[in-house]
């Protein structure tokens, strides 16, 4: 992928998951923001060649200014050695290897899916809302993710209903010429029944409608929802991993 499209893609995830600032800094966007989504409080490079690591202390001060403890959203490329060998000098772990996948919104848009109607709209209702607040998932880090969706000015939401509960739900941000795949999420008792499929598939085909063709997602290395993504036609890009002080 071009560095073009790389900014472009990190420029697409913030506006998915908008932090309270972001700052451009050689090179790298700075997320500043608190909670527990990392894309929305780390530093990501923009371009994957290789950077000068001493822009690792300028990025610390800029969130120590802000009361907040840096964190590095770091490609598994070689042009960054030398970036995580300042990191690991200064007492930072990696955690929570994540994939990068893109793909084209036509080859989405006809995922095989259930026949249930689903629903879009372009706020996070309050029974959207619930889906990330219920017993089968963290509630603080529910209550955060929500919150950031729904400062999105570029986003759709899209659940299904059944017997009158939303029981699966997903989120499309459309920015910077991509459609970025966030918030997937099914209630445990509804999973296995081709729900996320099918809202892959309705956010697929408004990406066509909208003109956008090409997709993105991120998910971690665990997550078994890859072998949706990848009947989707969505690919592999690169890795990356958080970094964090121990």
């Known amino acids: 992928m071009d560095q073009q499209a790389i900014e472009s893609l990190e420029r697409a995830t913030l506006a998915a998951v908008?932090?309270?600032?972001?700052e451009t800094l050689d090179g790298w966007l700075l997320a500043l923001d608190a909670g527990t989504v990392g894309r929305a409080h780390s530093a990501?490079?923009?371009?994957?060649?290789?950077?000068?690591?001493?822009?690792?202390?300028?990025?610390?001060?800029r969130y120590s200014e802000r009361g907040l403890n840096a964190v590095f959203r770091l490609p598994q490329a070689a042009a960054f050695d030398g970036v995580r060998e300042?990191?690991?000098?200064?007492?930072?772990?990696?955690?929570?290897?994540?994939?990068?996948?893109?793909?084209?919104?036509?080859?989405?848009?006809?995922?095989p899916a259930s026949h249930a109607t689903v629903e879009l709209t372009t706020e996070a209702t309050d029974d959207w809302s619930a889906v990330y607040l219920g017993?089968?998932?963290d509630p603080v880090d529910g209550a955060c993710r929500v919150g950031?969706?729904?400062?999105?000015?570029?986003?759709?939401?899209?659940?299904?209903r059944m017997k009158g509960q939303m029981v699966a739900v997903g989120c499309g941000c459309f920015a910077e010429g991509w459609w970025g795949v966030h918030?997937?999420?099914?209630?445990?008792?509804?999973?296995?029944?081709?729900?996320?499929?099918?809202?892959?598939?309705?956010?697929?085909?408004?990406?066509?409608?909208?003109?956008?063709?090409?997709?993105?997602l991120q998910v971690e290395s665990s997550n078994a929802?890859?072998?949706?993504?990848?009947?989707?036609?969505?690919?592999?890009?690169?890795?990356?991993?958080?970094?964090r002080r121990r």
């Open 148 to 160: 950031l969706l729904r400062r999105s000015r570029d986003s759709l939401f899209a659940g299904v």
């Open 183 to 216: 918030g997937m999420r099914t209630a445990a008792a509804w999973r296995g029944r081709g729900f996320a499929a099918s809202i892959l598939a309705a956010l697929a085909r408004e990406a066509g409608r909208r003109g956008i063709a090409r997709a993105f």
């Open 225 to 243: 929802a890859q072998s949706i993504y990848r009947r989707a036609g969505f690919g592999d890009a690169w890795n990356y991993e958080y970094w």
């Open 18 to 22: 908008p932090p309270r600032e972001v």
């Open 135 to 137: 017993a089968d998932f």
């Open 44 to 61: 990501v490079p923009i371009r994957h060649e290789r950077i000068d690591a001493l822009v690792v202390t300028a990025i610390e001060q």
């Open 86 to 111: 300042a990191l690991l000098a200064r007492g930072y772990a990696s955690t929570q290897p994540t994939l990068t996948m893109v793909g084209q919104a036509s080859a989405a848009a006809r995922l």
